[in-house]
């Protein structure tokens, strides 16, 4: 991997939500077409949605997008935050598309020139009519331009000869997308837009907000358990948004949480993959513990990491050091809490105890 847009797309790839052979879809939905064709047609946009990311891991500058180097631009650049954000850029056309577009009777898109242009302003998107010619290499057909080009006060119609139900998904996931502020979920090809009517989202609250990117049924379930048992302990949390993916932060206390600092658990989606973090101060209250701990708790407790540039010059105050297993270990705080686990359904509850531990308190729940 060469390229900022690479890393990125990579991501937005295996952010596509994994789906059921069958879903619920609302009655309203029905009027347009049966449940089967509908599915059909969303199996067909999902895996344009693949196709489209494995092109620009291929050849992104084919695809119209950034090449920044990622040996010369560093994570925290201008050019690597440009990528990020144009990694969503086939996402975007296909939902200013779909929102911007009415849908015929013979199963297209009719889409006013100028409704079209407002959309793409909003979301950044130049030079459209470039990004209609590559959706022609995965069987769009755009009908309407002049001289290639979006020509103001006309239209153009979109369709998709090979299944025309897959422009009727199209269209409502990204009218109900619009309506109802859910764009990330229509990059991430969420079926459960379907579920409701046009106007209503019954899913995405709580812990499934970073846990429907899981595709494995374990994480999925590991998340909830971490989740529900943090409830159960009183704690209060509030939802952030990494570069790599959603998060959920817990505090001891309301007033921690509302200044959104002090989070004693952070419970993330960090590439798709479920991640516990926690800070433990002071190893001397939990070492105990941790040796009349499960293998794998052990284990994870037994990494050492080499810190960052505070603990090179000398100026690091908030790694720790200590001793487990006649090893020396190191574990850097600096940037993010000092221990971070993939935890199991079988271990979770010996992390939260042990953080619990160094905090000065006993465990609210012992095993």
């Given at each position: 991997m060469k390229y900022w847009i690479e890393r990125w797309a990579q991501l937005?790839?295996?952010?596509?939500?994994?789906?059921?052979?069958?879903?619920?879809?609302?009655?309203?939905?029905?009027?347009?077409?049966?449940?089967?064709?509908?599915?059909?047609?969303?199996?067909?946009?999902?895996q344009i949605f693949i196709h489209c990311y494995e092109d620009i891991l291929n050849n992104p500058a084919?695809?119209?997008?950034?090449?920044?180097?990622?040996?010369?631009?560093?994570?925290?650049?201008?050019?690597?935050?440009?990528?990020?954000?144009?990694?969503?850029?086939?996402?975007?056309?296909?939902?200013?598309?779909?929102?911007?577009?009415?849908l015929t009777q013979n199963v297209k898109l009719y889409i006013q020139a100028d409704k079209l242009k407002d959309k793409c302003k909003a979301l950044k998107i130049t030079n459209i009519h470039t990004f209609l010619n590559i959706l022609g290499n995965y069987g769009i057909v755009t009908e309407g331009l002049v001289n290639g080009r979006i020509k103001n006060h006309t239209h153009i119609t979109i369709s998709f000869p090979g299944n025309k139900h897959l422009i009727t998904a199209l269209y409502i996931m990204a009218v109900k997308s619009d309506h109802t502020d859910r764009f990330k979920d229509f990059c991430s090809m969420n079926y459960k837009l379907f579920e409701s009517d046009w106007n209503t989202v019954e899913y995405g609250n709580g812990v499934d907000v970073l846990s429907v990117f899981f595709h494995s049924k374990q994480e999925q379930t590991t998340a909830h358990l971490i989740h529900d048992e943090l409830l159960k302990r009183n704690y209060?949390?509030?939802?952030?948004?990494?570069?790599?993916?959603?998060?959920?932060?817990?505090?001891?206390?309301?007033?921690?949480?509302?200044?959104?600092?002090?989070?004693?658990?952070?419970?993330?989606?960090?590439?798709?993959?479920?991640?516990?973090?926690?800070?433990?101060?002071?190893?001397?209250?939990?070492?105990?513990?941790?040796?009349?701990?499960?293998?794998?708790?052990?284990?994870?407790?037994?990494?050492?990491?080499?810190?960052?540039?505070?603990?090179?010059?000398?100026?690091?105050v908030s790694g720790i050091s200590y001793?487990?297993?006649?090893?020396?270990?190191?574990?850097?705080?600096?940037?993010?809490?000092?221990?971070?686990?993939?935890?199991?359904?079988?271990?979770?509850?010996?992390?939260?105890?042990?953080?619990?531990?160094?905090?000065?308190?006993?465990?609210?729940?012992?095993?």
């Amino acid at each position: 991997m060469k390229y900022w847009i690479e890393r990125w797309a990579q991501l937005r790839k295996k952010e596509l939500i994994s789906y059921p052979h069958d879903f619920p879809i609302h009655e309203v939905y029905q009027a347009l077409c049966s449940p089967e064709e509908l599915i059909s047609g969303f199996e067909e946009l999902y895996q344009i949605f693949i196709h489209c990311y494995e092109d620009i891991l291929n050849n992104p500058a084919k695809m119209m997008l950034p090449v920044y180097d990622m040996n010369e631009y560093g994570y925290f650049s201008k050019e690597a935050r440009t990528s990020r954000i144009e990694s969503y850029k086939y996402a975007k056309i296909f939902y200013v598309l779909g929102c911007s577009g009415e849908l015929t009777q013979n199963v297209k898109l009719y889409i006013q020139a100028d409704k079209l242009k407002d959309k793409c302003k909003a979301l950044k998107i130049t030079n459209i009519h470039t990004f209609l010619n590559i959706l022609g290499n995965y069987g769009i057909v755009t009908e309407g331009l002049v001289n290639g080009r979006i020509k103001n006060h006309t239209h153009i119609t979109i369709s998709f000869p090979g299944n025309k139900h897959l422009i009727t998904a199209l269209y409502i996931m990204a009218v109900k997308s619009d309506h109802t502020d859910r764009f990330k979920d229509f990059c991430s090809m969420n079926y459960k837009l379907f579920e409701s009517d046009w106007n209503t989202v019954e899913y995405g609250n709580g812990v499934d907000v970073l846990s429907v990117f899981f595709h494995s049924k374990q994480e999925q379930t590991t998340a909830h358990l971490i989740h529900d048992e943090l409830l159960k302990r009183n704690y209060y949390y509030n939802f952030q948004d990494w570069n790599e993916g959603p998060q959920i932060r817990y505090y001891q206390k309301e007033s921690d949480r509302n200044r959104n600092t002090n989070a004693s658990f952070w419970l993330a989606c960090m590439d798709t993959e479920l991640k516990l973090y926690f800070r433990i101060a002071n190893m001397d209250k939990v070492l105990a513990y941790i040796k009349n701990c499960p293998e794998s708790v052990i284990s994870a407790f037994s990494v050492s990491d080499k810190g960052c540039r505070n603990r090179i010059s000398g100026n690091c105050v908030s790694g720790i050091s200590y001793q487990l297993n006649d090893s020396t270990i190191w574990r850097c705080g600096c940037c993010n809490p000092n221990f971070q686990v993939t935890p199991g359904i079988e271990d979770y509850l010996y992390y939260i105890n042990a953080a619990e531990l160094s905090a000065s308190q006993k465990p609210r729940r012992k095993l």
